[in-house]
């Protein structure tokens, strides 16, 4: 008798293990979110939802730390999120030992897919997993309810889908620079890097039908792709600078700005790395002026609107220079950019 227990008892304890093996993501997952990309699609399409795609680090990134505690993992969050989305957890976590083969495989695609570059980073996105909006980083408000004020932000984004649609189907029945303004509407209401590379047909069908430019149309959407190569071009440099060394760095930069000629929010982009690279080789002055060029370029954008603090955090005042504070650290390389 003790043996044939035994032996149900072995194969108990076996069914589970395969059952367990059989289910990866529903003992990953936190409950109330999905970690697979096709399954929050299928989701999305049946409950008529927006995709809430959260890009994360969950056991090194402190700001996604704060986001978790602060909202995901709070009631308001929890009861009110899932009335109009899908939760998706995308989690590239040090520790993966939990992970699936699908999940780690699937996280630097989408990454890649919705030009991720910090985290973390929340995508939301239709039962197509075409994107509408973006936020990128997490600060805690200083007062109130942070998950129903996250929840009511994120309720007004979801409106911008409305906006979308509705421009693009104005298009389906227009024709010429008159169909031309109906995708820009569409588009334009969406992070422009993510119109540029998830909508890339729409931008060349605008661009087509715009050839002359006489809406203005062809010329703004060929800016903003350049925007896209050159920001692809100053990754590619920061990438190499370590190896490369502060000389051959700024060398770079001022080869890529001869080469495309940036204006805008993208030529601040590129000397707000080109000034890191200065104050990596010590040269203060030249690392300083090239903050306060970037600012005046776009005083209201993410960048232009944080100079300030790094000139303050890392620069003393003195007649005809500008040094390092002796009790500061060298400036991060992405100090305007999530943490990763």
């Not at 969406?190 to 062809?218: C, H, M, P, Q, R």
Request: contains cysteine; glycine residues 6%; charged residues 30%.
């Amino acid at each position: 008798m003790n043996k044939i227990w035994l032996i149900r008892g072995s194969m108990a304890a076996l069914m589970v293990g395969v059952l367990l093996a059989q289910a990866p993501n529903a003992v990953a997952a936190e409950k109330g979110w999905l970690v697979s990309f096709e399954e929050a699609k299928a989701a999305a399409a049946k409950e008529k939802k927006t995709i809430f795609m959260e890009f994360t680090g969950s056991d090194w990134c402190p700001p996604c730390k704060a986001l978790a505690k602060n909202v995901l993992t709070q009631e308001a969050f929890k009861t009110e999120a899932p009335k109009n989305f899908i939760l998706l957890k995308l989690d590239n976590p040090r520790d993966k030992s939990k992970q699936t083969d699908a999940e780690k495989a699937q996280y630097p695609k989408l990454a890649a897919q919705y030009k991720v570059t910090g985290v973390p980073t929340i995508i939301l996105a239709d039962e197509q997993g075409r994107p509408f909006a973006k936020m990128v980083g997490y600060r805690a408000p200083g007062e109130g309810n942070a998950a129903e004020a996250y929840v009511k932000t994120l309720n007004e984004k979801n409106k911008i889908r409305a906006t979308r649609d509705e421009a693009f189907a104005k298009a389906a029945d227009a024709e010429g620079v008159a169909k031309a303004k109906f995708l820009d509407q569409a588009i334009s209401v969406i992070d422009t890097e993510l119109a540029v590379s998830v909508y890339a047909d729409t931008v060349k069908e605008i661009i087509g039908l715009d050839a002359d430019n006489s809406a203005g149309l062809k010329a703004k959407y060929e800016g903003i792709q350049q925007g896209t190569v050159v920001k692809a071009e100053i990754a590619k440099i920061r990438r190499s600078s370590q190896g490369a060394g502060p000389a051959a760095t700024i060398k770079a930069f001022d080869g890529l700005i001869t080469k495309y000629k940036p204006s805008g929010q993208v030529l601040q982009e590129v000397l707000f790395a080109k000034s890191f690279a200065h104050f990596q080789a010590k040269q203060m002055v030249e690392a300083k002026d090239l903050l306060l060029q970037a600012k005046k370029l776009a005083p209201k954008s993410r960048i232009g609107g944080q100079i300030d603090g790094i000139i303050a955090r890392y620069f003393t005042e003195k007649p005809g220079e500008a040094t390092p504070k002796k009790d500061e650290a060298t400036p991060k390389k992405d100090e305007a950019t999530p943490k990763k």
